[in-house]
């Protein structure tokens, strides 16, 4: 399990392995994972899920910690937490059904959906997807991602924001351009973001329990997030809405969504273009992180 080391994770952890190591039984690797993992638990260094599944059947599930340390709420597997950048995927699932559908292209100019964009001709949907298009990628000050916000509103935020290069001329990973390849998919369809989660991305899968917050909806069983001070601490982190990263990372979710949304990629529910684009030779790497939230989401076709 040379992989182990890399999925410790603050809050939630996720692995799908295609294939396990032929020395091991469920037994051997589930003590095996148990006795690394222990120590981090027993100091308070790690609150989160485990799970691993080979060919559809669970191996290890296991849920460490708490989801509330104030209230002593304990993490469980149906604990909701912030799968940050992992919500890139979904969004470009829905672009890749799109394009697929002809709704888009990726050539398209993103002046063709948001008139007046600055460089709105030059900066093409693919050079979003691919962080190419110079949109920095934060758009908002830590001052402003307490409150709800829109695709819309975060397209204006990269209306008055200077490119970070020229569109096209390197690639800088971009949250921000994400945000407004999301707008762009709603322009495409007249749906909402939340929406277009749901109809392409959630209900293929049955991921009952993820969700994309818009507003100031209550999420039950969504865990809260800490880090550490300083000198050491653990403390609370700053209040977001995570809406400022919408398309981005602002999608709150549970392992077994996560594997999930993995088996049905890999299984073609989400259509071929979608399983070439986002299915390697390796299979998938997937990780995100955001104020006190880690996620990772591998699918490995082989472990050493």
Wanted: aromatic share 8%.
């Amino acid at each position: 399990m040379s992989r182990i080391p890399k999925l410790l994770a603050f809050l939630i952890v996720v692995l799908l392995a295609a294939t396990t190591p032929a020395s091991d039984d469920s037994t051997q690797l589930a003590e095996r994972i148990d006795a690394y993992v222990d120590p981090f638990v027993e100091i308070g260094h790690l609150s989160g899920s485990l799970l691993l599944v080979q060919h559809g059947e669970t191996v290890y599930a296991g849920s460490f910690g708490l989801a509330d340390r104030e209230l002593h709420v304990p993490i469980t597997a149906a604990t909701r937490s912030c799968i940050a950048s992992i919500t890139k995927p979904m969004t470009q699932i829905i672009a890749l059904d799109l394009l697929e559908n002809g709704l888009i292209g990726l050539d398209d100019p993103l002046s063709k959906w948001i008139a007046d964009f600055p460089h709105g001709d030059e900066i093409t949907l693919e050079m979003l997807a691919h962080h190419r298009a110079g949109i920095p990628h934060r758009l908002t000050d830590s001052d402003e991602e307490a409150v709800p916000r829109s695709a819309a509103d975060m397209v204006e935020l990269a209306r008055r924001a200077q490119l970070d290069f020229p569109p096209g001329e390197k690639t800088s990973y971009s949250s921000g351009g994400y945000s407004v390849l999301a707008r762009v998919l709603e322009l495409a369809t007249g749906k909402s973001y939340s929406d277009l989660l749901e109809e392409h991305v959630f209900a293929p899968a049955a991921m009952s329990d993820s969700v994309h917050p818009s507003g100031y909806e209550i999420i039950p069983n969504r865990a809260s997030s800490y880090q550490f001070s300083d000198d050491g601490r653990l403390v609370n982190t700053p209040l977001k809405h995570y809406s400022f990263l919408v398309g981005a990372g602002s999608v709150f979710s549970t392992p077994r969504d996560l594997v999930r949304m993995m088996q049905s990629l890999v299984e073609g529910a989400y259509g071929e273009l979608a399983r070439q684009e986002l299915l390697d030779d390796e299979g998938i790497q997937w990780a995100g992180r955001t104020n006190g939230y880690q996620a990772f989401a591998d699918y490995e076709l082989e472990i050493d």
